[in-house]
């Protein structure tokens, strides 16, 4: 049976192309099907009234901490891509409910800073569950890697080296592990080529015996099998990230680990997303040059409660020059715990503050994070085929005193008014 | 007759100090702003702030403008009086926690942060293009007693009289940071019982033997000087009162966080209260605890803690408050006029009235909206950042 809804909005902030005004969207089994101002709405559909609101794709923080206990998972092996993140993930978190009421329906989690190459991480919705499964939207979706961290809050410039040169020499030896595979896949090829010649010569010698002629000799130099070399799950996600097929988003904040990052991404030919790029600002063109995107951020690194040395010389202008200078920007809030990101639509307006396009401010929290991190045909804005993830706003979402009034994800109400949709638990006054 | 020369000495550099500083502030100077917030005073459109020798002479609309005045045409900002941070740390190279801690004893009154005051460090500039025009320099948090706080004004670029109190009270530190494995106080109650050792030492403090700790905290037992209580948990705050009570301190309690459980209890003291920097709480419940706070009556002002969290925005903080549920005029008293009058400048500072000193904010939009960008910061009259033009 089909469920239509139509939100017959004030203001639609698409996203993808201009706001319209005074505009309908239909939502046909969780999918937009139409959005503009002469839609038309069939009989039957339930309509949602949001005249002079302010109607918005979800939001989404690409730093987010939800759904992972601990605040920041790390493993104590420095090189560990293979892992992912989840399989730490707690569905029934409940800060979930607290910023899914200020708009947010996706959220990036990703492994913490403490090892070189952390782990997977995955897009989820914020919807209600019970198991992750049914959170996900897209997992693998960037190798999460560090470079210049300090731990201790001691700048050590030998552990720095020692990051660059670490993340290297896994994908020289990962490119090594491919060699070997694809020669044992030759070498096994050539053997089952050979395997089958030799049975088809035993099949005409035993014909041949059969007529009472002597065997050919070849029974004896059977051709020997390759020796199959070891599968490493290291080295197999890192495959994926030589091969294009999964980013590696680098988490850097001073500018010689952010050129670093660059230059692997040079050296390797990588698709890489630097993550919260703190001094950015100093190499914006090198960045743009190459068409990196970032998740900059945090904006105001008052997220943090710690005087973190990678934050000393952050500029609260940093994602307003990167994205002056033509490089895509995604916000991140990066709190220091899940609930933090219910702050991304202030973090947007604190970009715009110090200086950031007010449209690229509010893509920067939808439908660039989609973009970076292979979500854009789902969600990130309101458009035909997407996934009608819609957050009506009394007011501007960048107006720090808007209030959400409604959330939908996939065309389900999930939030309305003060409560959470289908929970007897009350969300916000 | 070496005593006569270093008179004549701070005399001469005195009379220079006097017109270098009345150089700079001496032109009239006249604002002409879409929005003045007066803050004591409700809100002008289309006013005007003249500003004669560094000091507001007159607010208001339709004033006369006086002949030579250099006029800032603004028609489409807003205007409000510079922020005033209630407690940080800029300036002091805080790197690590260790800079303005000073561990090997626990009750160290006779400290006064001003001494690590660097006026040309980095956050400090940070802190002024956010729109910070003064702020309250304190000690760190792991001494109980923990030292002398200081007022300045931030200088940008123009580096004269920015100090304004060198010894503006002294910070007490009830929070868990102050308890430490190896040194007294190890516990909570310890803590407490020792700075009441120290009070009472204090009250019966006789100046034939010197002792330059006594010497502070005597002034704090008489109420002369002021003490800033720093307290976060229900019980922490509950132990600060105490002492308020039994010492009759005249006291401000600084973070705070649980304070909305006892707002009643601080209200009828009359107790102000510099609040946490808002952002370090996530919560919905913990955010919405300043406005009951402020609701039950207790004065609030904001804190940033710059650079412990990074935080350059203190506006941020008070925003954050309002969309919690703090009354937006309350939200822009505590950025102003309530922190002035806490810090006892509130003759100076706080406001945009005549006679007042002329730190200003100019804001490109409402000061509550985030989005908000500062475009101008004038201290003493004298313009100290300007966004750069585009």
């Known amino acids: 049976m089909r469920e239509l809804i139509a939100i017959r909005a004030g203001s639609i902030l698409t996203i993808s192309g201009d706001v319209i005004e005074n505009g309908t969207i239909l939502i046909e089994d969780g999918k937009m099907k139409a959005v503009g101002q002469e839609v038309v709405v069939p009989d039957g559909a339930r309509i949602i009234d949001a005249k002079g609101k302010y109607v918005a794709p979800g939001l989404i923080d690409a730093q987010s901490r939800l759904y992972v206990i601990d605040g920041e998972l790390n493993e104590s092996r420095a090189i560990a891509p293979e892992l992912d993140i989840l399989d730490a993930v707690d569905p029934f978190i409940k800060e979930r409910q607290e910023v899914l009421a200020q708009g947010v329906t996706a959220a990036c989690i990703a492994p913490g800073n403490r090892g070189l190459l952390g782990g997977l991480g995955a897009v989820l919705k914020m919807r209600r569950a019970k198991t992750s499964k049914e959170m996900v939207l897209r997992t693998n979706v960037a190798v999460k890697g560090a470079i210049g961290i300090s731990h201790s809050n001691e700048s050590s410039s030998l552990t720095r080296l020692e990051n660059y040169s670490s993340i290297r020499e896994a994908l020289l030896e990962t490119q090594t592990y491919m060699q070997q595979k694809r020669k044992y896949g030759q070498e096994l090829a050539e053997y089952e080529k050979k395997k089958a010649e030799k049975k088809e010569q035993a099949k005409s010698d035993d014909q041949q015996a059969d007529k009472g002629e002597p065997a050919s000799r070849g029974a004896k130099d059977k051709p020997a099998r390759p020796a199959k070399p070891r599968t490493n799950p290291t080295y197999e996600v890192l495959a994926r990230v030589l091969g294009k097929e999964i980013p590696l988003q680098i988490e850097a904040h001073r500018p010689d680990d952010i050129l670093n990052a660059l230059r692997l991404a040079d050296e390797f030919d990588l698709c890489l997303i630097l993550d919260k790029c703190t001094e950015g600002y100093k190499v914006a063109d090198q960045i743009a040059r190459r068409k990196i995107p970032v998740i900059a951020g945090p904006i105001s690194t008052s997220f943090l409660d710690m005087p973190a040395l990678e934050y000393r010389n952050h500029d609260a202008r940093n994602a307003a020059i990167l994205s002056k200078k033509g490089v895509k920007v995604a916000i991140g809030v990066a709190g220091w715990d899940g609930a933090s990101s219910k702050f991304i639509a202030l973090a947007a307006a604190m970009a715009v503050a110090n200086g950031m396009d007010r449209h690229a401010a509010l893509r920067a929290i939808t439908l660039t994070p989609a973009e970076i991190f292979g979500v854009a045909e789902r969600i990130g804005s309101l458009e035909v085929g997407k996934d009608a993830d819609v957050v009506i706003f009394n007011g501007h979402p960048l107006d720090a005193f808007s209030q959400v009034e409604m959330v939908l994800i996939e065309g389900k109400i999930v939030y309305e008014g003060s409560r959470e949709a289908g929970s007897q638990q009350k969300v916000a006054q | ?390």
């Open chain 2, 1 to 390: 007759m070496k005593h006569k020369m270093l008179l004549l000495a701070i005399l001469f550099l005195s009379l220079c100090a006097g017109p270098v500083m009345a150089g700079a502030g001496q032109q009239t100077l006249v604002i002409k702003a879409g929005v003045i917030w007066p803050i004591t005073g409700s809100a002008i459109t289309n006013g005007l702030i003249i500003i004669e020798n560094g000091k507001i002479s007159a607010v208001g609309t339709n004033l006369p403008v006086p002949e030579g005045a250099k006029i800032l045409e603004m028609p489409d900002k807003q205007v409000m009086p510079g922020l005033i941070d209630g407690h940080c740390h800029l300036g002091l190279s805080l790197d690590v926690f260790g800079e303005i801690e000073e561990t090997v004893s626990a009750i160290t009154p006779d400290m006064q942060i001003l001494d690590a005051f660097n006026p040309l460090a980095e956050d400090v500039e940070k802190a002024l293009r956010s729109g910070v025009t003064s702020v309250l320099l304190a000690p760190g948090y792991r001494n109980p007693i923990a030292g002398q706080m200081a007022i300045v004004k931030l200088p940008g670029e123009k580096r004269d009289a920015w100090l304004i109190n060198r010894s503006a009270g002294v910070k007490f530190s009830l929070g868990n940071e102050a308890l430490m494995y190896d040194r007294r106080p190890t516990s909570r109650p310890g803590l407490i019982a020792l700075v009441r050792e120290e009070l009472n030492k204090a009250s019966q403090y006789q100046q034939s033997k010197f002792d330059p700790r006594a010497e502070i905290l005597k002034r704090v037992v008489q109420g002369q000087l002021p003490v800033h209580i720093y307290c976060n948990t229900v019980d922490e705050i509950f132990a600060a009162i105490k002492l308020i009570d039994d010492y009759k301190l005249k006291a401000v309690l600084v973070g705070a966080r649980e304070a909305d459980e006892l707002a009643n209890v601080i209200a009828e003291r009359n107790i102000p209260l510099i609040y946490m920097p808002t952002i370090l709480a996530s919560k919905d419940k913990d955010l919405k605890r300043v406005g009951k706070i402020a609701a039950a009556g207790v004065k609030v002002a904001f804190a940033s803690y710059a650079p412990r969290t990074n935080l350059s925005d203190l506006r941020t903080s008070a925003i954050i408050a309002a969309k919690y549920g703090l009354a937006h005029e309350l939200a822009l008293k505590g950025l102003t006029i309530n922190a002035a009058e806490m810090l006892g400048i509130a003759q100076r500072l706080g406001s945009i009235e005549a006679g007042k000193d002329a730190d200003l904010v100019i804001l490109s939009g409402d000061p509550l909206d985030l989005t908000s960008g500062v475009e101008m910061v004038i201290i003493n009259g004298d313009i100290v950042y300007q966004k750069e033009q585009k």
